[in-house]
């Protein structure tokens, strides 16, 4: 397995942010919170992202495969 980037949780959340950001659409995400889940095993992801959103909606999915992308390329350190 390759290693992966270390990367701390404020660049995660300006990394999200920015890819947010791209998509006008997207204008009730709010803020992304990076979080430190509990590891089942080593290959799983050490962080997960949480959305805050404008008003009682739903992140959209793009939102979720941005996270996923970032979460095969970089370690929260």
């Known amino acids: 397995m390759l ?3 270390g990367a ?7 990394l999200i942010m920015q890819e947010v950001r791209r ?3 997207w204008n009730d995400v709010v803020d992304v919170a990076i979080t ?6 080593p290959n799983q992801p050490n962080w997960d992202a949480a959305f805050t959103m404008n008003g009682p909606r739903t992140p959209p999915e793009g939102a979720y495969q941005i996270v996923r992308e970032l979460q095969a390329k970089y370690d929260l350190c």
């Open 23 to 25: 998509r006008d659409h």
């Open 36 to 41: 430190r889940p509990q590891q089942s095993s």
């Open 3 to 5: 290693a992966k980037e």
């Open 8 to 14: 701390t949780a404020a660049e995660l959340t300006k």
